[in-house]
């Protein structure tokens, strides 16, 4: 027996693994912060043998790595600890042959990258068969989104889980809180002074959060018709951006600390009366457009979209945190696809000055903005009004920016390597805990219903290559404001 740990991936001929699980595993090896020895056993139905496998994962290093193998010795080397088991999640008697290979591994991580209708047949069969008790090392499992498709399947899903893990052996991921301008966003809020005087109601007018990509469903699209942009970016992403800008400051940064102050932002959330969903929410749906020059299909036209689906590919909230520092402040949030740019930023919008002693409409002076840009061109930027050269007394907003890039050179990590690294030594600080899975589902659902009860009244109502439906900019200009020209 070793210390070794091993990772257990089922749904191995994945997406996911391909894409994101073993890319940053190599890249974690590479970069020598893969704890070793270690073992990847890869679990998915097809037939075929390690040695396959082996080579399949090559060609993914070689398209979506970050880091490129220096030689064959060193990825022959990683991958010799690579193996593929041929095997069906939904059989239990897939189990015990697991159990078989992992004897004399005492430390196990199981990850659910298989659609998420077996989730809970993968619990419980690792139930059923003992896997889910180690004896003598850790014994973990990481649960991929979505994570339920409302409150009750998340309830249910927690209650199954609950019945064979420990809540310190599940890790719920949410790969925008590995993401390195994601974490800095708690760093720049309590390990700077100049800031938290400023971050309550009293000087923040308001908040935008923008998760915008360009791109369209892809070949997602059965997924995507089940999900929308409610349930694909608002429950998850974007619930813990808001949380990250809202949250009080924690105790110490540990898991617990930190997940509690997020459960008290979503305990504070006010809730949407049914009744009023339209004041507090604006969906879409592409058509056909242009994105960077290129003519794209709509939505409805999409491989494995419905041809009259109502399925929401935007979605734009407004919420408000009941609590002393944020009463009255909203929280405006926007995501969709096939948007005019991939871009994803939060902009902590001051209120104007009380007084302009300038001669000019105050009306005319823009309020200053603290912009954390989460991706691409990660940085942060505050506006502030300047003096433009020459005799006349004349302002303009001007700048001050800072990019990761310019200062720290290089690519930074992929979310998908610190949050496994995290999860192979045990810290939970940037994984979903499930009481917070829960509110956020709960946060939703009376928009969830309503959406899901009423036809949109008129789909598509946003060109590809836009920034969404004319509704949502009129939703922010009854409020007397306007989303932000990115
Ligand atoms: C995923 C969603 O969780 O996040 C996708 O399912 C979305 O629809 C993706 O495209 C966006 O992630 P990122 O890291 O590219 O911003």
Same mark, same amino acid.
């Given at each position: 027996?070793?210390?070794?740990?091993?990772?257990?991936?089922?749904?191995?001929?994945?997406?996911? %693994? =391909?894409?994101?699980?073993?890319?940053?595993?190599? &890249?974690?090896?590479?970069?020598?912060?893969?704890?070793?020895?270690?073992?990847?056993?890869?679990?998915?139905?097809?037939?075929?043998?390690?040695?396959?496998?082996?080579?399949?994962?090559?060609?993914?290093?070689?398209?979506?790595?970050?880091?490129?193998?220096?030689?064959?010795?060193?990825?022959?080397?990683?991958? &010799?600890?690579?193996?593929?088991?041929?095997?069906?999640?939904?059989?239990?008697?897939?189990?015990? +042959?697991?159990?078989?290979?992992?004897?004399?591994?005492?430390?196990?991580?199981?990850?659910?990258?298989?659609?998420?209708?077996?989730?809970? %047949?993968?619990?419980?069969?690792?139930?059923?068969?003992?896997?889910?008790?180690?004896?003598?090392?850790?014994?973990?499992?990481?649960?991929?989104?979505?994570?339920?498709?409302?409150?009750?399947?998340?309830?249910?899903?927690?209650?199954?889980?609950?019945?064979?893990?420990?809540?310190?052996?599940?890790?719920?991921?949410?790969?925008?809180?590995?993401?390195?301008?994601?974490?800095?966003?708690?760093?720049?809020?309590?390990?700077?002074?100049?800031?938290?005087?400023?971050?309550?109601?009293? !000087?923040?007018? !308001?908040?935008?959060? %923008?998760?915008?990509?360009?791109?369209?469903?892809?070949?997602?699209?059965?997924?995507?018709?089940?999900?929308?942009?409610?349930?694909?970016?608002?429950?998850? !992403?974007?619930?813990? /951006?808001?949380?990250?800008?809202?949250?009080?400051?924690?105790?110490?940064?540990?898991?617990?600390?930190?997940?509690?102050?997020?459960?008290?932002?979503?305990?504070?959330?006010?809730?949407?009366?049914?009744?009023? $969903?339209?004041?507090?929410?604006?969906?879409?749906?592409?058509?056909?457009?242009?994105?960077?020059?290129?003519?794209?299909?709509?939505?409805?036209?999409?491989?494995?979209?419905?041809?009259?689906?109502?399925?929401? %590919?935007?979605?734009?909230?407004?919420?408000?945190?009941?609590?002393?520092?944020?009463?009255?402040?909203?929280?405006? /949030?926007?995501?969709?696809? +096939?948007?005019? =740019?991939?871009?994803?930023?939060?902009?902590?919008?001051?209120?104007?000055?009380?007084?302009?002693?300038?001669? +000019?409409?105050?009306?005319?002076?823009? *309020?200053?903005?603290?912009?954390?840009?989460?991706?691409?061109?990660?940085?942060?930027?505050?506006? $502030?009004?300047?003096?433009?050269?020459?005799?006349? #007394?004349? /302002?303009?907003?001007?700048?001050?920016?800072?990019?990761?890039?310019?200062?720290?050179?290089?690519? *930074? *990590?992929?979310?998908?390597?610190?949050?496994?690294?995290?999860?192979?030594?045990?810290?939970?600080?940037?994984?979903?805990?499930?009481?917070?899975?829960?509110?956020?589902?709960?946060?939703?659902?009376?928009?969830?219903?309503?959406?899901? &009860?009423?036809?949109?009244?008129?789909?598509?109502?946003?060109?590809?290559? &836009?920034?969404?439906?004319?509704?949502?900019?009129?939703?922010?200009?009854?409020?007397?404001?306007?989303?932000?020209? #990115?």
């Amino acid at each position: 027996m070793d210390d070794r740990f091993t990772l257990v991936i089922f749904g191995a001929t994945g997406d996911l %693994t =391909k894409r994101k699980l073993l890319p940053a595993l190599w &890249s974690l090896y590479q970069g020598r912060t893969l704890p070793e020895p270690f073992s990847i056993l890869a679990v998915a139905r097809g037939e075929m043998t390690s040695e396959t496998f082996r080579g399949r994962m090559r060609e993914a290093v070689a398209a979506f790595a970050r880091i490129q193998p220096p030689s064959e010795a060193v990825w022959e080397r990683f991958a &010799s600890c690579l193996s593929y088991c041929a095997g069906d999640p939904k059989d239990p008697a897939l189990y015990p +042959r697991l159990g078989k290979a992992l004897e004399g591994h005492p430390n196990r991580l199981f990850y659910c990258a298989t659609p998420p209708s077996l989730y809970a %047949t993968i619990v419980t069969n690792l139930g059923g068969s003992g896997l889910a008790r180690g004896r003598d090392g850790f014994t973990r499992i990481i649960i991929e989104k979505p994570f339920g498709r409302d409150l009750e399947s998340a309830q249910e899903l927690n209650g199954l889980i609950a019945g064979v893990f420990r809540e310190r052996q599940v890790y719920r991921i949410d790969h925008y809180l590995g993401k390195e301008t994601v974490q800095n966003i708690l760093v720049l809020r309590f390990a700077n002074g100049i800031f938290e005087p400023l971050w309550n109601r009293e !000087h923040v007018d !308001h908040v935008q959060i %923008t998760v915008g990509e360009s791109i369209g469903v892809e070949s997602r699209g059965p997924y995507y018709e089940e999900a929308g942009a409610l349930r694909d970016m608002v429950q998850n !992403h974007m619930l813990q /951006l808001l949380c990250l800008i809202a949250m009080e400051p924690p105790v110490t940064f540990d898991a617990d600390p930190v997940r509690d102050e997020k459960n008290k932002v979503m305990r504070a959330l006010k809730p949407i009366e049914p009744d009023a $969903v339209d004041d507090s929410a604006v969906r879409g749906q592409y058509g056909p457009g242009y994105v960077g020059g290129q003519r794209v299909a709509g939505y409805r036209d999409e491989p494995g979209v419905r041809p009259d689906s109502t399925t929401e %590919t935007y979605a734009a909230l407004k919420l408000f945190v009941q609590n002393w520092r944020w009463a009255g402040v909203p929280f405006y /949030l926007r995501t969709g696809k +096939r948007l005019a =740019k991939r871009v994803s930023e939060i902009a902590i919008q001051f209120k104007r000055t009380p007084h302009l002693i300038f001669r +000019r409409d105050a009306e005319g002076v823009d *309020p200053n903005v603290l912009v954390l840009r989460i991706q691409p061109d990660e940085g942060m930027s505050l506006t $502030v009004e300047a003096k433009t050269p020459g005799p006349d #007394l004349r /302002l303009r907003p001007v700048t001050m920016d800072f990019r990761y890039g310019a200062v720290f050179g290089g690519e *930074p *990590p992929e979310a998908y390597e610190r949050l496994l690294l995290d999860a192979i030594n045990g810290d939970p600080t940037l994984y979903a805990r499930g009481d917070w899975v829960e509110h956020a589902w709960a946060a939703l659902e009376p928009v969830l219903r309503r959406w899901g &009860s009423d036809p949109p009244p008129k789909f598509p109502n946003y060109e590809a290559g &836009s920034w969404g439906p004319p509704e949502a900019d009129a939703f922010l200009e009854r409020d007397g404001r306007k989303w932000r020209r #990115l």
